[in-house]
C-alpha cells in the first residue's frame, strides 16, 4: 500500500509565525486563553457539523468542563441550505457564545495551530482523510470518527482518538477526557502525531515510493 501524503514542510509548527496567529484569532475574535475545538471541512452533511454542535451542547452541560470555544472552519461552496440549518441548530442550543463559524482561512497551518484539539467527524467514510493527517502534522490532537481512513492514519491513544460514528456523546466524551490530560501529555500526543506523519503519510516519501514501484515494473518487462 502506497498511502497518500501531504506535505509536511507546509503544515510544520515551525514555520507558523506567532504574530499569524495573533492576527488569524484578532480577526476572528478568537480567544486563546480557552481550549479551542476546531472542526475544519466544507459545510456538507457527510462532514458531521451536526455530530460536533450536539457534542458541544453536551459539554455546555457539563460541570468539570475548563472554559473553551469551538470553531467550525470551512465554506458552505453554496449550501445555503445547509448552512441555515447548522445556525439555526446553534441558536436552538444557545451555544452562540461557544460556537464560532469561519467561512476561510487562508493558510491552513494557522488555523490548525490556534487549535488544542481537531475534530474529524465524517459520517461517511473518508477515503483518505486529510484533515486527520494535517493535525497530526501540525502536533495538534485529533479525534476522529471511527471509519474510513482515519483508522489507518491515527494511532488510537497515541496520536489521536477514534470515536463511534455518529456518536456525539462519545465526542463529548473524548473531548473532555483530552481536556483533562496535563500539558506534557497532549505535548506528547502531538510530538508523535507529527513523526506518524513523516514516516508515513510525507508527500516526498508517497512520490518516491511511487516511483520506486514503477520502476520495479519497467525493470521487469
Known amino acids: 500500500v502506497i498511502f497518500r501524503g501531504i506535505n509536511t514542510n507546509y503544515f510544520n509548527p515551525q514555520k507558523i509565525l506567532p504574530i499569524k496567529l495573533d492576527k488569524f484569532s484578532k480577526q476572528n475574535n478568537i480567544d486563546r486563553n480557552k481550549f479551542i475545538i476546531l472542526l475544519p471541512g466544507r459545510l ?12 458541544i451542547k453536551i459539554l455546555t452541560e457539563k460541570d468539570n468542563v475548563s472554559p473553551f470555544e469551538s470553531i467550525i472552519l470551512g465554506s458552505d461552496q453554496g449550501r445555503n441550505v445547509y448552512k441555515k440549518q447548522l445556525f439555526v441548530l446553534v441558536q436552538q442550543h444557545r451555544l452562540g457564545k461557544v460556537v464560532k463559524f469561519i467561512d476561510h482561512c487562508e493558510e491552513m497551518p494557522v488555523a490548525y495551530g490556534i487549535a488544542n484539539v481537531v475534530c474529524s467527524c465524517s459520517i461517511e467514510p473518508e477515503a483518505f482523510g486529510r484533515v486527520s493527517v494535517e493535525a497530526q502534522s ?11 481512513g ?34 506534557n501529555s497532549t505535548k506528547s500526543i502531538g510530538f508523535e502525531g507529527r513523526k506518524n506523519v513523516l514516516k ?10 511511487t516511483f520506486t514501484e514503477y520502476k520495479k515494473l519497467i525493470e521487469l518487462s
Open 200 to 209: 508515513r503519510f510525507d508527500v516526498d516519501k508517497m512520490c518516491q515510493t
Open 150 to 183: 482515519s483508522k489507518e492514519t491515527i494511532i488510537e491513544g497515541k496520536t489521536g482518538y477514534l470515536f463511534k460514528n455518529k456518536d456525539s456523546k462519545a465526542l463529548a466524551e473524548t473531548i473532555i477526557m483530552l481536556m483533562q490530560k496535563d500539558y
Open 44 to 55: 456538507t452533511s457527510w462532514k458531521g457539523q451536526k455530530i460536533f454542535i450536539e457534542a
Open 138 to 148: 501540525m502536533q495538534i490532537p485529533i479525534i476522529a470518527s471511527d471509519i474510513g
